[in-house]
């Protein structure tokens, strides 16, 4: 069973309009990484948020972590179409290396 | 993606015949990755290398083998491929483990096994 799971699996937005996505997981962590994938292509990371905050901004992207939850959310503000992607959680719990969830497919209509 | 290059970009394979794909990165990163991609299941970790000389399994090492090579190259062997094995394989690599350390990905290969 995978460590980390996205909600939802599937969304659709138009331009303009800002993106949610959620992860959930299971065991504990040193980090929660969030990572984009264009159709076709290999995976990009987007942020690292470790353990101990609680939210994290990197331009049009906001993170939060709340790990009494176990859960992260990755909201995109302001969304444009070239935001169209695959995009996955992937956990750091201190073993072997990260291990992804099955992303969130998300399709912004211009 | 810039630092990551896996060749080759496609393959289709008969059942029962071997391939390698190859890994080369230049950014001088000690840690190297093999995962599969499939749909509806997300990233699995197939092999990784923590350093140069050392391997070791991750959650579906079953089917394939690897090589480091040396600190830029990592390989990865099907030495007797099944149509379990079509997917698409990435390559990643981090500067020092995943801790704290995100990974660059290589763009794939996409592998058929008919």
């Known amino acids: 069973s995978q460590q980390g799971e996205e909600d939802p699996q599937a969304l659709s937005i138009q331009e303009g309009e800002n993106a949610t996505m959620n992860c959930s997981y299971k065991?504990?962590?040193?980090?929660l990484q969030w990572y984009r994938q264009n159709s076709g292509r290999g995976l990009v990371h987007l942020i690292l948020?470790?353990?101990?905050?609680r939210e994290k901004h990197s331009g049009r992207l906001r993170v939060t972590l709340d790990t009494s939850k176990k859960s992260s959310s990755l909201l995109i503000t302001a969304s444009r179409a070239a935001d169209t992607a695959s995009y996955f959680c992937?956990?750091?719990?201190?073993?072997?290396?990260?291990?992804f969830g099955s992303g969130t497919r998300l399709q912004v209509q211009p | 993606n810039a630092g990551v290059t896996q060749t080759p970009k496609f393959q289709v394979l008969k059942t029962g015949q071997s391939m390698t794909l190859q890994c080369a990165q230049d950014?001088?990163?000690?840690?190297m990755y093999w995962y599969r991609q499939d749909p509806g299941m997300g990233l699995r970790l197939i092999y990784y290398?923590?350093?140069?000389?050392?391997?070791d399994k991750g959650e579906v090492p079953n089917g394939y083998n690897v090589s480091r090579l040396n600190k830029r190259e990592f390989s990865l062997r099907l030495e007797s491929a099944a149509p379990s094995q079509t997917s698409v394989y990435f390559c990643?690599?981090?500067?020092?483990?995943?801790?704290?350390?995100?990974?660059?990905f290589g763009n794939g290969t996409r592998l058929t096994v008919t």
């Open positions: 992937a956990t750091d719990t201190g073993r072997r290396a990260l291990t």
């Open positions: 950014m001088n990163h000690n840690s």
């Open positions: 065991t504990s962590i040193n980090n």
């Open positions: 290398s923590a350093s140069e000389g050392t391997t």
């Open positions: 990643a690599i981090s500067e020092s483990g995943s801790y704290n350390s995100p990974l660059h």
């Open positions: 948020i470790r353990s101990n905050e």
